[in-house]
């Protein structure tokens, strides 16, 4: 490890007490490397041996010669020292080596990522951020289209060497615990930069990581508790990591890789003979000329390895559990805290889940209530599993590309998940982050102070809003006066312009913003849920200044509740200009089938533009 302890790596094992080591690189820095030595004897007690710390500096010009070995022919490659270690099979070796060079393709990827950053590329369009970290802005005014295809070109010849390397761990043998948290290790390191695994590596990876997770398994009953929780933090890394790669292109939050991008275009050896063939079948890929095609059946690989590995990570995350949960008793827990991935498992009793709150990292939470009925007749103690990763799956609905993912699960003594139900009354509350980079709308301000309203004999300044969505929303309204002392009517119609005067009420709601009821940063704040928009294509809704006799009426007493319309004939009057800001939201539950769907989960007043509250039955 380098400056943080928590970070510590498995980088060798050995029964001898002579042994070879290639160290990674120390910190940035100050090139320091601390390295512990653990003893374990035949009853598995451990003695932990601190040595003094080591200056590694990174050899740039062996990793420079394999990336450029990687491009010439197969001979060079062949002879290429890292490749011959690498192709040694042993597990120490493999190990080391992978684990130092994705260390530094792990920063030399930052270091580019910052770069194109500061060039001007969005950061969300590049990066997933990492949990707990902070958001990354660049410089908003000028893009570089140079600085992309820079980006683009080190993306990729980094990306082609990872695929490269990731071939290495697939006949690794599978022996001991050791043997796990070393290749677990090696496997989180290689993955970690999720913008760089192509659908090859990926495939690899993922289903290395579920081999080791099903000897993991195998063997929980028969290691200590320390061992098992080594082995599951990388895995659940390594898990978490490919789940977020497979989904960064197909959410545009990654670049397509080009060496994805040609594998899936070149034709297929059973091309004239296969008629079953999906490369052939152009209707799949949604037709049109040969670039759209061709774009479009590389998604639709993507989003064909996008469901497998989903399935497997649920899978890996399964086996792991049951791993974890041989070793906890009632009332004692395991977490996994990581930049990639958060999950916590506790045993309790099932009286304990009684207006329980579940906190994860960026303010992400379940309160379950006090009245629910749980599925179960065993009433001694259930697992409850909490976990949260950077970002959610693609499905079958684009909207999710700026959200964590965040999961509840009750689980049985047999490692079964057991289903539990709340009331409308009583629900359970959930609140979901997004991601820090997430560009945040600017306030725009509506001129109103200019607009003659007398022309058109307008009591309403009017804004319109397209709500078409596949599934629900909920639409969120922020409003800041520029003079703070001013009070507001505000009213709204589905599919059609509000109207509201002595002799007409067409409006489906309306609310009157009040100075008292005005937040600390001065913004009125209102919005409408996602029960009210399915089956709409438009909103529109309407602002007034109220005067200072209505003023009077409805906004005097701040103690008071009047449910009475402010009415009027008269044309709108402001005195001050406004700011506005609108934004959508939802909540959305992934189904067995990897969709997207709503039913049950309402969008709460909780909801802000960095979370998004959600109220599920």
Known sequence: WTTDVSQKLMIAYSSVSYFQVRLPSGDNQTSLLNIVISIRDLLDCVVEVNMSSVHVIVDYITTNDLLTSLQSSSSVLTNNLIVQLLSSGNQNVVGQIITAISQQFNQMNSENIYQAISSGIPAATILVSSLGSSSLQG????????????????LNAQANLRDYLMTFTTNLLITTSNSIKLQSSALAQITQSTNQLTRAA???????????????????????????????????????????????PLQERTSTLDLDYSRANVISSDYDTDLESAWSNTNLFGGGDEASVEKNRNIYYQKQLANEISTQVTSIISLITSSLNIHLNIGQNSIINTSQTYMSLETISTQSLSNRIVKQIENAQFHIPSDFNLNTNDNSSISLRSKMDVLASFGSFSNTNLSRSISLSIIDQNGNEISFKASENNSIKLIIPR???????????????????????????????????????????EIHSLNRSLAYLFIYKFDQTPQLNSSINIIDGWTIFCPFNLTNDDIYRYFIDNQQTPGH????????????????????????????????????NFTSNYELRIYTSGCYYLDENNNWKSDGLIVGSLTNLYETECLST
């Open 139 to 154: 410089n908003s005014t000028s893009f570089n289209e140079s600085a992309l295809t820079e980006y683009n070109k080190i």
């Open 202 to 248: 990926l495939s690899i990876a993922s289903n290395r990581c579920y081999q080791l997770s099903l000897a993991l398994s195998s063997m929980a009953t028969q290691i200590p508790y320390e061992d098992a929780q080594v082995a599951a933090n990388q895995l659940i890394q390594c898990a978490s990591n490919v789940l977020t790669a497979v989904n960064g």
């Open 435 to 477: 991601d820090a980079n997430i560009l945040i709308p600017s306030m725009y301000l509506q001129n109103v102070t200019s607009i003659n309203s007398t022309i058109n004999n307008l009591l309403f300044n009017y804004h319109y809003i397209n709500i078409t969505s596949s599934l629900p929303i909920s639409v969120h309204f």
């Open 537 to 572: 294509q438009s909103l529109i809704f309407g602002i007034r200044e109220l005067n200072s006799t209505e003023m009077n009426t409805y906004c005097l007493n701040n103690s008071s509740i009047n449910t009475s319309l402010p009415i009027t004939d008269e044309p709108f």
